[in-house]
């Protein structure tokens, strides 16, 4: 009888250290990072922030699409992963020509009509400034970083890197107009990251 007890404490514990262990591997995996950006005091919408990880492997590929509507690009500011394809389609009524000359991918797209799109490859970390050679008040960003973690800050400056998991990082933050911040910040100590620009 005493041997019964001892086996269904063995297993009860077993299988304690077994569901502590699981929910432990389910919080390391669901870390993820939030945090608010600022500007001036004010919540700052797109500022594309990311986190440094070498060899971290890549996301998998998404569509993505900047369109041309009501004479400029949605969206403004677009983050993807260096070797993304980006889908650029014209769904204005009007001739567009996208191009991009400095700093990031160097391309000219050409004159392309209503309801057709273009494609372009993301082939290294960079600011890539989008303009649209007829119509001057056009344009976008696309941030290419080297890197799965990362994300873009919504209306209320708020952002979430869902993917990342725990450990220490170095993050960067980008916003238009503005010198790049980085810092430091750790994963999974439920502290949301708080980025202000002056």
């Not at 004010?42 to 996301?59: K, N």
């Not at 041309?68 to 014209?90: C, D, H, K, W, Y």
Request: net charge positive; glycine share 8%; with cysteine.
């Amino acid at each position: 009888m005493r041997q019964m007890v001892l086996a269904t404490v063995c297993v009860a514990s077993l299988m304690d250290l077994a569901g502590a262990r699981a929910g432990l591997a389910a919080r390391q995996r669901e870390a993820g990072l939030t945090g608010r950006v600022e500007a001036g005091g004010r919540p700052a919408s797109d500022a594309v922030v990311w986190l440094d990880a070498p060899g971290a492997a890549r996301a998998p590929e998404a569509r993505l699409v900047i369109e041309q509507r009501n004479m400029q690009f949605t969206p403004r500011v677009m983050a993807a992963q260096v070797g993304s394809t980006i889908e650029l389609p014209n769904n204005d009524r009007v001739f567009h020509n996208v191009f991009s000359f400095n700093h990031g991918k160097r391309f000219d797209l050409g004159l392309y009509p209503t309801g057709a799109s273009k494609r372009i490859k993301l082939d290294r970390a960079a600011v890539n400034r989008l303009y649209c050679n007829i119509h001057p008040h056009m344009a976008a960003y696309i941030v290419a970083v080297d890197t799965p973690y990362f994300a873009t800050s919504n209306q209320a400056g708020a952002f979430t890197i869902p993917n990342a998991p725990p450990g220490e990082y170095t993050y960067h933050a980008w916003r238009s107009g503005a010198d790049a911040l980085q810092g430091t910040v750790t994963v999974g100590s439920d502290s949301p990251l708080e980025i202000r620009w002056p």
